[in-house]
């Protein structure tokens, strides 16, 4: 109760000046602060019955006069508690306002922070998704041009099939062409090209094609042997003679020089043997 009695019996008319100067200096501060009058207000009347209260209690007063005394020093006490709120209030929500805008923003540069990460990670991914991009138009572009690369090869390889196939019935046809005046009536064209249908199409391999092809010229070599002797010439000057016009009719067959050049070396084949046919028969 040592403070209720100082405020009671100090210098009144110094309390007063503090009472007077406080709520000046308090009201010009809070002026342009509605809630610190407020809460001045509010202080203010808590400070009155507090005041009155504690000071009726404390000193029981027995007259009017000493009632009228507590109030007066109530009011100066509370003069001087509005002030000082009044004053206290607008620095006090300064402070706040400092604190409240130093944490947002603190609260921005978190968030710039974070914006700035999650800018980062997108433009990572953005990265990685186009360098995976990248790396599948170009796995995309091998695999385009191994398959490429498979089909040129097989389409070599078709190609390649095909003309050992043709070579080998190319071969065949040369022989039978050859011998065809002696064998056409054992062995017609029809028959040959059956042969050639069934057992040398382009549904055999090439070394299957090859290998009936060899088998079709021994057998147009059987039929040959079988026909040959005799019509044929018997004199060296008769061999000579049916070789020199075979050549000339070969020459004016319709087909290709490679194929005549076959022709020819067949000719000339068969021309030995019936040139060593016609000495032995000339021989005593």
């Known amino acids: 109760m040592n403070f209720i009695e100082s405020l009671h019996y100090s210098d009144f008319f110094s309390t007063f000046f503090l009472c007077c ?37 404390h000193f029981s007063p027995s007259d009017a006069g000493e009632i009228a005394a507590i ?41 710039d922070q974070e914006r700035r990460r999650h800018e980062e990670e997108r433009q990572r991914l953005d990265k990685e998704r186009r360098r995976g991009d990248d790396e599948r138009k170009s796995l995309q572009l091998e695999i385009q041009r191994d398959s490429d690369t498979r089909a040129q090869r097989q389409r070599m390889v078709a190609e ?18 050859l011998y065809k005046p002696l064998i056409a009536s054992r062995f017609d064209k029809a028959a040959l090209d059956e042969f ?49 016009a075979e050549q000339t009719r070969i020459e004016a067959l319709p087909l290709d020089q490679r194929m005549k050049d076959e022709l020819l070396r067949h000719l000339k084949i068969r021309y030995m043997k019936l040139a060593q046919d016609a000495l032995k028969k000339a021989t005593p």
């Not at 402070?95 to 947002?104: D, I, N, Y």
């Open 160 to 177: 390649l099939e095909k003309r050992q196939r043709l070579a080998a019935r190319a071969q065949c046809e040369l022989l039978y062409n």
């Open 21 to 57: 100067l406080l709520l000046i200096v308090g009201i010009k501060i809070a002026g342009e602060h509605p809630l610190s009058i407020t809460y001045g207000k509010r202080a203010g009347y808590v400070t009155f019955l507090a005041y009155c209260i504690v000071a009726l209690l």
């Open 196 to 244: 050639m249908k069934k057992y040398m199409g382009d549904d055999q391999t090439p070394e299957t094609v090859e290998k009936h092809g060899q088998q079709l010229c021994e057998l147009i070599e059987n039929h040959r042997r079988e026909v040959e002797a005799p019509d044929d010439p018997t004199t060296i000057a008769s061999v000579t003679e049916w070789m020199t």
């Open 71 to 111: 109030v007066i020093r109530a009011l100066i006490f509370t003069g001087i508690v509005v002030g000082a709120t009044w004053i206290l209030m607008p620095i006090i929500q300064g402070l706040g306002a400092a604190g409240e805008k130093k944490r947002a923003a603190r609260h921005r540069r978190e968030l």
